[in-house]
Nanobody, 115 residues
């Protein structure tokens, strides 16, 4: 099973930036999809962004223009650069990878945006 570890979360003021990183225990070069999800307090988990093996990138409307997903196959790491953060971005963020074998999730990392 693929182990995923997120880092880079924390507390930031509204309008600020954070960069999340997700390191995988295996090569990500052949992963079909690399993604980020989040779960705001008291709400259901929601999709944030994806980066497919074909180079297609998609974002949820709520983060489009503010967040950017990227990857570094050499470091087996993908990132979520978050800018112009809003209090409603407060959530536990999860990285997810999908391969031909299955899907793996990180444990999640807290991001808190203060107003």
């Amino acid at each position: 099973q693929v182990q995923l570890v997120e880092s880079g979360g924390g507390l930031v003021q509204a309008g600020g930036s954070l960069r999340l990183a997700c390191v995988a225990s295996v090569s990500i070069a052949s992963m079909i999809v690399l993604a980020w999800y989040r779960q705001p307090p008291g709400k259901q988990r929601e999709w944030v962004a994806t980066f497919t093996h074909l180079g297609v990138i998609n974002y949820a409307d709520s983060v489009k223009g503010r967040f950017a997903i990227s990857r570094d196959n050499v470091k087996n790491t993908w990132y979520l650069q978050m800018g112009s953060l809003k209090p409603e971005d407060t959530a536990v963020y999860y990285c997810v990878c999908t391969s031909s074998i299955g899907q793996s999730w990180g444990r999640g990392i807290q991001v808190t945006v203060s107003s």
